[in-house]
C-alpha cells in the first residue's frame, strides 16, 4: 500500500503536457498583445502593400 502511494507522488507523465500548455499560452498571450498593440501600424502596411499591387490608393487611418 505504501509502495503505491509512493509511486503516485512520483509519476510524472502528465508535467510534460502542461509545462507544453503553460509555454504555449504564454506565447499565444505575447501574439494577441503584440497584435493589439501595432495592429494600426500593420494595418497601415497593408493597406500599402495592397495600393502597390492593385494601383489604386487607399484612405490611411483606420
Known amino acids: 500500500m505504501i ?3 509512493k509511486k ?3 509519476e510524472e507523465e502528465g508535467q510534460g503536457m502542461t509545462e507544453y500548455g503553460l509555454i504555449l499560452g504564454l506565447i499565444a498571450l505575447a501574439a494577441v498583445i503584440a497584435m493589439t498593440t501595432m495592429g494600426g501600424e500593420i494595418s497601415k502596411k497593408f493597406g500599402e502593400i495592397t495600393s502597390k499591387i492593385t494601383g489604386t490608393t487607399t484612405p490611411s487611418g483606420s
Open 8 to 10: 503516485f507522488f512520483k
Open 3 to 5: 509502495n503505491s502511494i
